[in-house]
Every structure is written in C-alpha cells, then in structure tokens.
C-alpha cells in the first residue's frame, strides 16, 4: 500500500462508513456496537484488496461484504436466540404509546434475514432491483417477491396500528 | 402515507443518530496488522520446524532457491527477538505515533479518552505500557487519543417535535428550552414547532412562540438562548451597548441591557442604521452565568398590542437554567 492508497482509503471510510454502519445496523438488527464490529471486519476485507479495487467502484464492494456480514450475524444471532428461547417469548401486545415507527422497525427485525436485507437495499439505499439482486446474488424475481412479501408485512402491521390507536 | 414511506422512515429514525467513529481507519488497520501478523508467525513457525528437522533443509533456505522462504526466516529471526524497549509516542500525531511503534515492531492499538479542550483529536495524550517499558514483539501498545469534538451544524427544524435533549416544549405543561425553563410567558403565547441550533453563533439555540402557534406567522417572543464560546461574544456585545450609552437594568442580579437594536448586530438602533417606518426590535440581553446568556426579542407588532418592556422583564425574571 502506498501513502496514496492509505490516504484514498481514509476518505473512503470519511465518506462511507457511516452510511456502511447504518446498513449493517438494519440489515441485521444488532446493536451499534455488534454493527460496528461488524463494519470494521468487513472494512479489513476492503482495506487488504484496496489498491486492487480502490478504482473500480469500491463502495460496491463494501457495501456486498458488509451485507453479507450481516446477513451471516443475523442467522447466528437467530440460531442463539431460538436456542436461548426454547420456549416461545411473551409476545407482548405493544402499548398504544409505542409509536409506529418503532412498531414498524420492530416488525421489520422479525421478517427473515434476507428479505430484511432486499428491503433496506430497496428501501433505505435506494437501490434498484437490478442492482439488490447483483449484490444479494439472487434473481431479480427473488426481490421482487421478497420485497412485495416483505412490504405486505409492513403494511399489515401499519393498518393494525392505526386501528389500535384509533 | 404508503408503506415504502414508512418503511424508510422508520429505518431513518432507527439509524439517525448512528455515526461512525474517527477511529474506525485505525481499528481497522490494526485488524488487518493482526491477521498478517497471525500468518507470519505460522509461517515462521514452519521453517523453525525446517530448521530444527535437518540441516540441508536449512541450507536449501538460505541458498536462495525457494524465493518466499527467504521473508520467512527474517520472521523467524524476528520472533525469537524479544525486550523492545517501548517508545515515547505522547505527543505525537496518530499516524506518526503509529509508525513509530510499528518501526520498533510493536502494534498500535487506538483507544479514545475523554474530550479534551487544549488537545487536538488526532494527538496521543497517554499510552499503555508507558515509554521505556520492556515488550514482546508484537505487543499492542494501546494509545489514547481525546475524542472528537461534537461537530456543531447549524440546524433548522419546522413542525418537529423537540429532540428530548432540547426541551419539552409542545408537550402538555413543557416549558423546558435548550436547558432553561421558561417559567412564565405572556398570556396567549403559543410554542411555534420551529428551531434552530447553532445558527447565531456555534453554540446557540433558537426558537419563538407568537399568539397562533403557527411558524408561518411572525413571532411574538423569540429567545436565543447561548452556551459555551457563544457566552463570551455577548459579555462583549453588552460591553458595546454600555459604551454605545445604554444603561443596564438589573435581571435577579445580573446586570442586562433592554435596547433597541437595528438589523447590525451589536448596534443600538438609531436613525443611522434604522430608516425611517422600519420598527427595532426591543431585546433583552444578559449573562446568566459564564456558561448561559440569554437573548429575549419581542417583535415591534407585538409590542405594540402588550406592554412589551414589562412583559419582556417578567421573562426574564421568571426564567430559570433547568436542574
């Protein structure tokens, strides 16, 4: 690595790892600190391939590798979590100060690993079907699908609470 | 609204407050010195095996003929080395720091300390062990950098609610702005849902009530409430009103200065700076405490409509720096 390359990399991270930890933070649900983890062995991956890759379109590649970090996390942390849960948690009915946008992240932290993903790529990145699926490395139908089920549950769970609170 | 919308809401709200830290470029690169450092050691592990099981596997290293063996070996040399005497690093910047512990072949391992008002960010203030210490090669060296300070954006927010460290204001009974409770206020006031911060000065925040509560309308009351450096630039603009011929008023010991001031700021109105039809504004300035100065306007239509100098000293005198 070059002086060059190590400075082209602190402005990559001065420019990226925000919205990187963001990402990995819905995408697997985890606290910031899990995330940042996370990130930061992601972020070792880009910086042992960066002179190869700083030029052709690094935030690409970053963003795939934090993604599947954490679509890996999140599965274990559900394995544990099943294991810990051997009996199924109170599901407790929220309270009606529990605002709705709580309500709709929570109800996003239950659909499963990788539909949560399409839906912050498609949703929260703003990135195309086209794109969601090069990165999640699935078919464009498989958003699709993954992205109207996924939504469905939003929206379900956003008519209940609207007619809770009304 | 749709679900799409909610969705990005609701993961906007989850991950606002989320930054990553400045030190993250050093976690990571300390990462990646210890996966490469794990790799050598097994490396070097292997040719000790060589050399230790027969001596024309040894020569054969040396004589040159396996081209990546040759790395391996210094490695070798390098971890049966041992003492290294810890360089001082206090001082320093974080990368020149960095360097010199890698030159000396130790491991930097960045640890962020408690804001600091006289050191910049980037320079170590303490490290661990300490310099002259006695370390293994490979040893992290934890170096303390102070954190960052919190970058102050300016800010304007419309029909929002209060962020909770911000106040209460809007709420049933909230009278509770930028760590001041505003204990009375003229009758019919009403909170607009409009701030700003950090936009009269680094540390300042802003916000105004008027009889609608509509920030679409002009402002009855606005109140600038300034903390931290901000504190000092109005001790001095007070100073300049005094000299400007002012006199102060006493607010629960304090002395302030109730003026009339034109568009410059730090200059009392006068038929100068002031055409003709166009009102000042009537404003009630003061230091509450070398960390608190508050400035209260009231606007020229509304102060034609209420005694505005009174109403204006009983805001004063009522208002309170929260617990």
């Known amino acids: ?166 | 609204m749709n679900a799409e919308e909610a969705l990005k809401e609701a993961m906007s709200a989850q991950v606002a407050d989320v930054q990553a830290t400045p030190a993250l470029g050093g976690a990571v690169r300390r990462r990646h010195r210890g996966r490469i450092l794990r790799f050598r050691t097994a490396g070097a592990a292997l040719v000790m095996v060589a050399i230790a099981g027969a001596v024309p596997a040894y020569l054969a290293v040396t004589s040159g003929s396996d081209p990546t063996a040759a790395p391996a070996t210094r490695e070798a040399a390098a971890t049966v080395r041992s003492g290294i005497a810890v360089p001082d690093v206090v001082g320093m910047d974080a990368k020149a720091a960095r360097r010199t512990l890698e030159a000396a072949g130790l491991v930097s391992q960045y640890k962020m300390g408690p804001r600091s008002d006289t050191t910049p960010a980037n320079i170590v203030v303490s490290q661990d062990p300490a310099a002259g210490a006695e370390a293994e090669p490979g040893t992290e060296v934890a170096i303390t950098l102070p954190a960052a300070r919190p970058e102050r954006e300016p800010q304007e927010a419309i029909n929002q609610e209060l962020p909770p460290d911000l106040g209460d204001l809007g709420e049933e009974g909230g009278h509770r702005f930028a760590g001041v409770d505003f204990v009375y206020l003229p009758e019919g006031l009403k909170w607009t849902h409009w701030f700003v911060r950090n936009t009269f000065g680094k540390t300042s925040d802003s916000t105004m009530w008027n009889d609608s509560g509509k920030n679409t309308d002009a402002y009855g009351i606005q109140v600038i409430v300034y903390s931290g450096d901000a504190v000092d630039k109005i001790s001095e603009r007070m100073t300049g009103y005094g000299k400007q011929g002012a006199e102060p008023i006493d607010i629960r010991g304090k002395e302030a200065y109730l003026v009339s001031v034109g568009e410059a700021v730090g200059e009392l109105a006068n038929d100068e700076n002031t055409p003709p039809g166009e009102g000042s504004t009537r404003t009630l300035i003061w230091v509450v405490n070398p960390d608190l100065a508050i400035e209260l306007m009231m606007s020229p239509d509304y102060a034609k409509r209420i005694d505005g100098d009174a109403e204006l000293k009983k805001v004063a005198e009522a208002l309170r720096p929260a617990e």
């Open chain 1, 1 to 166: 690595m070059t002086e060059e390359d190590e400075s082209a990399f602190d402005e990559f991270l001065a420019a990226r790892s925000t919205a990187l930890l963001r990402t990995a933070i819905l995408v697997c649900g985890a606290s910031q600190h899990d995330a940042e983890d996370l990130v930061q062995g992601a972020l070792e991956k880009v910086y042992r391939h960066w002179p190869r890759i700083r030029n052709d379109n690094p935030q690409a590649y970053a963003r795939r590798v934090v993604i599947n970090a954490a679509i890996t996390v999140s599965r274990r942390r559900k394995v544990i979590q099943e294991i810990t849960f051997a009996r199924p948690p109170d599901t407790a009915v929220p309270a009606f100060d529990v605002g709705l946008r709580d309500a709709l992240f929570a109800e996003l932290r239950r659909l499963p690993t990788r539909m949560r993903a399409v839906l912050v790529l498609r949703y929260w990145e703003d990135l195309s079907e086209n794109e969601t699926a090069t990165l999640m490395g699935c078919s464009v139908g498989t958003v699709k699908s993954q992205a109207a089920r996924g939504l469905a549950r939003i929206r379900e769970r956003m008519s209940s609470f609207e007619g809770a609170s009304a």
